[in-house]
């Protein structure tokens, strides 16, 4: 305006439709610049913000900020984006105007200048940037090797969804014919949790590489299936592609994902329950590189920790545990070797019977396993908050539970060992409530050390103790883990045999060495007699512990809130207290730090308790009893 001699007229030029708009930016703006500040205005406007620095990489000049400032005070439609007036960013129609421009007088230099800047938001790590111009200068070869390149850091800081939306942006048919691209879709899928949909990525290789000699790719998809198979939580299937993975392994098919096997097969044999093994694949020699050392800090302890923790070392188990925590700021609050590090200690809480906490981290453990969608995290997760509900009367939740955890990698079928651990927990529940279904699911479980306890267990509770040392007999030689040997010793010492008073003894000085005291309370107020009886069966101080702790378990289960048959526990009551408000389940959930599934248990235990069937009604009912 300030160049016209009637301004009024010119608004109402200006005022005119879209073309018109254009026709003035074109002719009375841009054409008016001199050519050097022209390209410097069409090759930055692909930019959604501008600084000196990406400015200059994009147009091959040095003197970017001088140019910006100049064109901030011409008025030239550039505007500050932050108050020290380093980075800014053009008017969006003007933007758009001067893309369209670069590409209709030069599509090369416009498809050049994507790659260019490019370049500079990868050079900063900043992937998602860089994605944005390759998708946008149709450079699909090299933006499916940046997400394959950046996907473990896509997936440790949780932007799984983000990864799984760039997909959506490749051309239809871009993976279908090139058994490397589908391999690389079929990583992201399996990142992103989406199981079946990656299975049938890799079985479309299979029957492509099966026409094909390229010994290459086929390296690539064993190793690719090992990957698979350990996110979707199948122990015996990683353990049996990593070994072929290992044996054929060559450098020019490593995708960068073989470091992380010998961690995968340690987990995988401990998921089994063969800590020899795990221990076996730990001191191997492997013939690719190590894992880097920024990712070992974490990754290993991790690992090891949950070994540890099933061998029933506590003390090494939690060192370990708060190792890989101690990294948290490194590695972001939600990277997947944290949630194992998580399970650990919710693990070691519970043995110490410390259960408010050890429900927190298991929570907090499942929380982060459903949204990294790692079926085994989340089962290990699951299976220990059924023992806390379980343990402190929230039956209906526990079950509830264990149904959600049958259906956790649908559409495909709950992998083993987890699929055994399931139906494990769901025994020990039954021989508390219904022995004779607890017999019949026993029954259709392969013969195991584990189906033998169970065995064992639904003897005691029938009063068999003949029956249940026959049992016990039948696997004394055949106890692998210390955890093993003070379980069998427990039951041995309730199953009143010969050897009772010294597995007892056995069963305490091991216990008081490492901090377990759950299993103690777990085997009930049998255990109260004989702990009495054999007061010098192991450290004072400790079989006093155990008898507080089986006392206190004993009255925290029959008592409860006044005219509640059922009371509330004490995170149901947490939970209360947020229903009168408006805040949404999500936001409840995200509050207290559970996953929604997990909210939803609680809230469905509560209207059972209450006799309520809706949020409001459960509110009325719980101020009626002075619990609000």
Known sequence: MRGEDDPGAFVRRFAGPHPTVSDYLLGEVLERQSPDIQDFLLETSLLPELNASLCDAVTGRADSHRILRALEAQNLFVLPVDPTRQSFRYHHLFAELLQSELLARDREAWR??????????????????ALEHLFAAGFYDEAIDLLIGNAPGFYDRVQIAEMLQWLERFPKGYFDTRPKRMLDLAMVLGLGGRYAEAARCLEQVEATLSNQPDEVQRARLTGHWAMWAHLAGDAALTISWAE????SYRPDADDGYFDRFPDGLVRSWGWLGDTEQAWNARRRVYPFPPVAESVARFLTPATLSQIHLIEGHLHEAERLADEALMYVNLTGPDHPALTEARLTRAGVLWERDELNESEREFETGLRDAESHRRTGFAIIASLGLVRIWAASGRRDQAFDLLSTCRNANRPLALPEPFATRVDTAEARLLIESS?????????HMQDSLESVLLRTQLALANGDRNEASELLSQIADDLPTPRRRLQWHLLDSRA??????????????????????RCFVDEGDELLPLLHEQSGAGPAWFVQDVLAAIEASAKTTSSGAEGLVDPLSDREQVVLSYLPSWVSSSEIAAELYISLNTLKSHL??????????SRREAVVQARSRGLL
């Open 496 to 517: 009143g045999s010969a050897s009772s008073e010294e597995s007892l003894r056995a069963a305490v000085e091991f216990a008081a060495h490492e901090g377990f005291i």
């Open 435 to 443: 022995r004779a279904e607890a017999k019949r699911r026993i029954g």
């Open 244 to 247: 072929r993975a290992i044996s």
């Open 112 to 129: 050049s200048a994507h790659r260019r800047a490019t370049d500079w938001f990868a050079g900063e790590g900043r992937p998602s940037e």
């Open 604 to 613: 469905r235990s509560i209207y059972r308790k209450l006799g309520a069937s």
